[in-house]
């Protein structure tokens, strides 16, 4: 106290920054044990993540193929069709791919 009896000044910042420093403290003390203990479920959460990325840019990579070869058997049986190469044989065995590549592309129409 100072000699008119007012409080020192400087005892009171002593105790605020004792005080902000003990705050922070245990702030960033609590934030790391939260952290730690969904330490976790965040590992986890990141690896789903990455783990659905990956299938879905393998998915789109197979639906690519898939697609291709659809437009090359539909090309192709054009091209058969505009030139007049139209045995029984060639139809069947471009009917038969076209089909099939039809079927692959429709079996994935929901996924």
Do not use: C, H
Not at 33 to 54: C, M, P, Q, W, Y
Not at 64 to 92: D, G, H, K, R, V
């Amino acid at each position: 106290m100072a000699t008119d009896g007012t409080p020192n000044p400087t005892w009171l910042q002593g105790v605020g920054t004792s005080l902000k420093t003990q705050t922070a403290t245990w702030l960033v003390a609590f934030l790391i044990g939260i952290l730690g203990l969904f330490s976790g479920r965040i590992t986890e959460s990141v690896k789903f993540a990455l783990n659905r990325a990956d299938l879905r840019t393998k998915q789109y990579e197979e639906l690519a193929t898939e697609i291709s070869q659809y437009i090359f058997s539909a090309e192709l049986t054009t091209e058969f069709i505009e030139n007049n190469w139209t045995t029984m044989a060639t139809l069947t065995e471009l009917v038969t791919e076209y089909n099939t590549s039809i079927t692959t592309l429709r079996q994935k129409e929901f996924v």
